[in-house]
Structures are given as structure tokens and as C-alpha cells.
T-cell receptor
Framework: KAGVTQTPRYLIKTRGQQVTLSCSPI?????VSWYQQTPGQGLQFLFE???????NKGNFPGRFSGRQFSNSRSEMNVSTLELGDSALYLC????????????FGQGTRLTVV | AQTVTQSQPEMSVQEAETVTLSCTYD???????LFWYKQPPSRQMILVIR??????QNATENRFSVNFQKAAKSFSLKISDSQLGDTAMYFC??????????????FGRGTSLIVHP
């Protein structure tokens, strides 16, 4: 069974641009969560999607958004990029919302210049 | 709000020896889950071990075991017979139910473990 796949692995963007990151969960998993990892703030929860609906959201500005498709694949979008958005963005999938075991992808390393 | 504290930013151990990573947390919840995740240089977070708060017995997974002290809100990870492949960042995480029926984790800042040959 294939694991969680995140694309692209690396991305360099200019301040002010927008970016879209993709996450394909493990087959059969319906819950997808996104996290931002930085040296300064550590691992922080961004949002969670289940059955195409955002179920929970972390404390991030509205520039961070996401969506989930009917096949459970999820995308995360960041508009008007700031230098502080440079981070490793991790996606995790779970079979269901109440399932506690999350499987992570290898992340997308975003650098904003 | 929950907080998870890992007081050891870095640790090192010789191959085949035992090392213990510390984690404390703060919560008013009675039912929750605790986890240790490993993040090697490949960046992929891998679940090492999980503990349900209602279980008094400490979880064990092969060379990995935890010392769960619920009253003290402590959840340490012991790695026995350390191997070079154990070199990674280790994150302690706390997870409770949130609105909507899902579980959202709170992570500690991590402990970088280096295993020396």
C-alpha cells in the first residue's frame, strides 16, 4: 500500500506570490491534516479535512487555506507569501477522524525569498 | 490549552546502549493519547509508540518503551540497544478529542538524538 505522497518535495517562491501544495493520503484514508514545521515555532497544526469538509483549523491567518477532493486528496494554498512562511509543510492521513494513528508524508520544503 | 515540553534539545548515546528521552505535558483532560514520533533526516514522521491515558500499563514496541506517569504528567521514551538508525529528531505529542470528533495533536519541540558508533 502506498504511503502518503506530498508534491512537490521542494519549492522556492518569491514574497507576495501564492503557492499550492498537494497531499495524496493512503488509500482508504479519509482524514487529512496539515502541519507547519519551523525551527522557531516547531510543529504547528494548520487544519484538518474529512469528507471534503474542513473540520478543524489552527491559529493561522486567512492566507492559509485548503481543500479536500472527493478522492480524499488535499491541497493547501498560501497566498501573498511572506518570508516567515518558509517552512516544512507536512501532511498526515488517518482512516477516520477518531482514529488516532496518523501517517505522515515526507513534506514539502517551501522557501520564500 | 495543552502544552508539551521536551527539556532535552539534544542527546547522544553510544551504539548498543540505552537512552531515555523526557517529555512532560500539561492538561486538565482525563482521557487522551500520548505519542512518540521519530523524524529522521528523510523528514518523514514515523510513529514510534502510542499510549492511551486510561491504560496503566506502559506501552512497549520492541526496543522502545515508555514510562507513563499520569499523575506527574510525564511520558518518557526509553530506547534500548540503540542503533545507528535511531539517529533522528524525536517528538512527543499529546492528543485529545476536539470539537467535531477528531483528534488534534500538540507536539513538543523535539529532541535530537545522535547514536554514535
Amino acid at each position: 500500500k502506498a504511503g502518503v505522497t506530498q508534491t512537490p518535495r521542494y519549492l522556492i517562491k518569491t514574497r507576495g506570490q501564492q503557492v499550492t501544495l498537494s497531499c495524496s493520503p493512503i488509500s482508504g484514508h479519509r482524514s487529512v491534516s496539515w502541519y507547519q514545521q519551523t525551527p522557531g515555532q516547531g510543529l504547528q497544526f494548520l487544519f484538518e479535512y474529512f469528507s471534503e469538509t474542513q473540520r478543524n483549523k489552527g491559529n493561522f491567518p486567512g492566507r492559509f487555506s485548503g481543500r479536500q477532493f472527493s478522492n480524499s486528496r488535499s491541497e493547501m494554498n498560501v497566498s501573498t507569501l511572506e518570508l516567515g512562511d518558509s517552512a516544512l509543510y507536512l501532511c498526515a492521513s488517518r482512516w477516520g477522524q477518531t482514529n488516532t494513528e496518523a501517517f505522515f508524508g515526507q513534506g514539502t520544503r517551501l522557501t520564500v525569498v | 490549552a495543552q502544552t508539551v515540553t521536551q527539556s532535552q534539545p539534544e542527546m547522544s548515546v553510544q551504539e548498543a546502549e540505552t537512552v531515555t528521552l523526557s517529555c512532560t505535558y500539561d492538561t486538565s483532560e482525563s482521557n487522551y493519547y500520548l505519542f512518540w514520533y521519530k523524524q529522521p533526516p528523510s523528514r518523514q514522521m514515523i510513529l514510534v509508540i502510542r499510549q492511551e491515558a486510561y491504560k496503566q500499563q506502559n506501552a512497549t514496541e520492541n526496543r522502545f518503551s515508555v514510562n507513563f506517569q499520569k499523575a506527574a504528567k510525564s511520558f518518557s521514551l526509553k530506547i534500548s540497544d540503540s542503533q545507528l538508525g535511531d539517529t533522528a529528531m524525536y517528538f512527543c505529542a499529546f492528543m485529545k478529542h476536539v470539537t467535531g470528533g477528531s483528534y488534534i495533536p500538540t507536539f513538543g519541540r523535539g529532541t535530537s538524538l545522535i547514536v554514535h558508533p
